[in-house]
């Protein structure tokens, strides 16, 4: 779990050194962002794929009002302590506040699947996915979900799915061949 808050550490700090970078429900249709999903399909490396996730969930992560930020990393704090009532909280003010900020609904389908409310996470995936159909984030952690509800066909369209978006997601294509096993075995 620490990854998460490192990664939205980086995303925090590359923002605040980026004010053209755009947010809001308009940011899903910037040639920015649609120029960034180009290039990491495109990446040779996993350094730069890398560089190029962080500038994606950068963009993603900045809801363009200030107060929603404060909460949104006050939620991460919240989370990184083990707080999930407090981090849950705050989330539901940032997806009150601001309907259209994809991380916010993201954030907050993370809570619900780490207190095992997989349904309310499902539905909030969804709305990622809604917002920002290449959230490869989102189908990542939908390809968890699925796993851990014994649904392995569903958990192998998603990390698939993801795999598209981002071709350098590592654990994804491990993930996919072990379930590549468990429905191999499932009848037709």
Known sequence: MPKIFLAFALIFGFMSGCSDVGSGPEATARPDLDSLFN???AAHSA???ETIEVAILGVLADS????VDTMTVD???ALNDGDLDQALRLFNQVVHRAPAF???WNLRATVHWMRDDYTRAIQDLRHVLTLEPRHFGAMT???RIFTEMKQPKAAMMMLEHALQINPHLDSARRQIE???DQVAGLPV
Do not use: I, K, M, T
């Not at 363009?64 to 107060?67: A, C, I, K, V």
């Open 47 to 49: 350094e730069e794929a």
């Open 102 to 104: 994809v991380e916010g």
């Open 64 to 67: 363009g009002q200030d107060e």
């Open 141 to 143: 952690l939908l390809g």
């Open 75 to 77: 939620g991460l704090h």
């Open 178 to 180: 072990l379930l590549r």
């Open 39 to 41: 290039r990491l399909r």
